[in-house]
């Protein structure tokens, strides 16, 4: 790292990317070096020093799950496919859905990344769970735990991963005919092709998880639950369209996001009227407009912040740009306006302006009442952000709110996982949060 005394030199037959080179690089042993310094290497790794967790690399440290990096890569720098396969399935049950869709903060959180682009530990992982998988080991554990998990989306599906894996009995409830929940339905094949959802379902499935599905259970049928299993986990995600409120929501030709995608999927595909407009700037507005543009129809994104401010994925983004999207920033849709045969023919919008950054950081944008403009529409699709049943369950259940520890308990032998508990997240968030809860039943169980 631009040493004074020596240059490093890696011998890569001796390599294992085991990390331990971390603990003697002169920018983060001795970041006091850097004083003074910019425009080198050392001086752009130094602030890092006092970063993290100090025992773990900060690619482990940023992975909800605690996935051992280092070691998968080192496998396959080895070309051990299948050992690396081995380390991933120590803590991640969905190697295949999540070298697709996971949204990798450790990549973001790669020392290199301040320097170079860093290592695409996403599709290496990708690459890494092709390789055939081993048979479930034995239970490690002797949890006696039967637990009944509603939900079988991430969040569930990792926790009765666990459960079983330790012993424990888990049967997962799921209202759709399909296990996997938006991996099932609302992330679309051509990002999470089906086949790999597929693979790690049956390997679930092979740890003796039972699947029940096509029950929608109601706060009743979670009560009788209770009294059958020693735990339930609440797993139900957030998968309802946060409705916008415009005049002129229920026109023909106007869809909800989650709606749109959940129909393109599982039903016939709707059949849209070009030009398809598009509201909204995150994963559910991508998603649906690169459905729409599947169709051969002309598609714009209209979004009310800049690029910069977009939840969405910049590389979704790019991918939808590449595909056709067309985009247009700083518009606040105000209303929907009727055509012939009361069905949607524009979508009218104000322009916005940047105001200053909130204490969060955060730019709002307002709307200007003098830029009115009207945006020609066939159909238009409103993807303004996702909801969950919490009040629902919370008041079915006697409960004063759905907010559980930070193990996801709200009462005895009763936890919440997912979206559910957090709000809409990601894949690999509500992952983590069903092996807490799993992991604090059996605690729970054995004491
Ligand atoms: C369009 C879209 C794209 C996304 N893209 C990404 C991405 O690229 N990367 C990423 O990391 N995350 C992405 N996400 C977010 C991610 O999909 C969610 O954070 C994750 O699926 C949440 O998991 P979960 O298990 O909590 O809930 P869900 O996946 O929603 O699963 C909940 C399950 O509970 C079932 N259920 C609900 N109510 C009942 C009931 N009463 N009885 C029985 N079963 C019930 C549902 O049928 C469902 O199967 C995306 C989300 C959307 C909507």
């Not at 595909?323 to 045969?341: D, F, I, N, S, T």
């Not at 079915?396 to 709110?401: A, E, K, R």
């Not at 957090?422 to 729970?444: D, L, N, Y």
């Given at each position: 790292m631009e040493g004074r005394t020596h240059v490093p030199l890696v011998n890569e037959a001796l390599c294992g990317v085991c990390g331990i080179c971390r603990g003697a690089c002169p920018a983060l042993a001795s970041p006091d070096l850097a004083e003074?310094?910019?425009?080198?290497?050392?001086?752009?790794?130094?602030?890092?020093?006092?970063?993290?967790n100090e025992d773990l690399a900060p690619c482990q440290d940023a992975c909800p799950l605690g996935q051992d990096i280092n070691g998968y890569l080192a496998c396959l720098a080895k070309g051990d496919q299948q050992g690396a396969l081995e380390v991933i399935l120590r803590d991640n049950p969905l190697p295949s859905v999540l070298g697709q869709v996971c949204h990798h903060?450790?990549?973001?959180?790669?020392?290199?990344?301040?320097?170079?682009?860093?290592?695409?530990?996403?599709?290496?992982?990708?690459?890494?769970?092709?390789?055939p998988r081993p048979e479930?080991?034995?239970?490690?554990?002797?949890?006696?735990?039967?637990?009944?998990?509603?939900?079988?989306?991430?969040?569930?599906?990792a926790a009765a991963w666990e459960l079983a894996r330790n012993g424990a009995q888990a049967v997962v409830y799921d209202a759709q005919p399909m296990a996997g929940g938006m991996l099932a339905w609302a992330i679309p094949d051509f990002r999470l092709p089906r086949i790999d959802l597929q693979?790690?379902?049956?390997?679930?499935?092979?740890?003796?998880?039972?699947?029940?599905?096509?029950?929608?259970?109601?706060?009743?049928?979670?009560?009788?639950?209770?009294?059958?299993?020693?735990?339930?986990?609440?797993?139900?995600?957030?998968?309802?369209?946060?409705?916008s409120g415009l005049p002129g929501e229920d026109l023909?030709?106007?869809?909800?996001?989650?709606?749109?995608?959940?129909?393109?999927?599982?039903?016939?595909?709707?059949?849209?009227?070009?030009?398809?407009?598009?509201?909204g700037g995150g994963n559910v507005a991508l998603d649906a407009a690169r459905v729409a543009l599947r169709q051969g129809v002309a598609v714009t994104l209209a979004?009310?912040?800049?690029?910069?401010?977009?939840?969405?994925?910049?590389?979704?983004?790019?991918?939808?740009?590449?595909?056709?999207?067309?985009?247009?920033?700083?518009?606040?849709?105000?209303?929907?306006?009727?055509?012939?045969?009361?069905?949607?023919?524009?979508?009218?919008?104000?322009?916005?302006?940047p105001g200053q950054p909130a204490a969060d950081g955060r730019v709002a944008f307002a709307p200007d009442p003098g830029d009115e403009r009207r945006m020609e529409a066939g159909s238009v699709i409103l993807a303004l952000g996702q909801q969950s049943e919490a009040d629902a369950w919370a008041s079915?259940?006697?409960?004063?709110?759905l907010q559980g520890d930070a193990q996801g308990r709200l009462a005895p032998g009763l936890y919440l996982a997912g979206d559910l508990?957090?709000?809409?997240?990601?894949?690999?968030?509500?992952?983590?949060?069903?092996?807490?809860?799993?992991?604090?039943?059996?605690?729970?169980?054995?004491?």
């Open positions: 003074g310094e910019t425009g080198t290497m050392r001086a752009a790794l130094a602030p890092q020093a006092t970063q993290g903060p450790c990549q973001q959180a790669c020392f290199s990344a301040t320097v170079q682009a860093p290592p695409s530990i996403r599709d290496l992982k990708r690459f890494a769970a092709q390789a479930p080991a034995a239970p490690q554990g002797t949890a006696k735990a039967k637990v009944a998990v509603v939900g079988a989306g991430p969040a569930g599906l693979r790690d379902l049956d390997y679930i499935l092979a740890h003796g998880v039972e699947f029940k599905l096509g029950q929608a259970l109601t706060p009743e049928d979670v009560a009788g639950l209770r009294d059958d299993y020693d735990a339930v986990i609440l797993a139900c995600g957030a998968p309802q369209a946060k409705r023909k030709g106007v869809w909800q996001g989650l709606d749109f995608l959940r129909e393109a999927a599982l039903d016939c595909p709707p059949q849209l009227t070009a030009p398809v407009v598009v509201v979004y009310r912040r800049d690029r910069e401010q977009m939840p969405a994925y910049a590389e979704e983004l790019e991918a939808a740009e590449a595909e056709g999207l067309k985009l247009v920033y700083r518009v606040q849709p105000v209303a929907l306006e009727a055509g012939e045969g009361g069905a949607v023919a524009a979508l009218k919008v104000l322009g916005t302006t079915g259940l006697g409960l004063d709110n508990q957090t709000g809409p997240a990601t894949v690999v968030e509500a992952m983590a949060g069903g092996i807490k809860a799993a992991r604090a039943i059996m605690e729970e169980v054995r004491s």
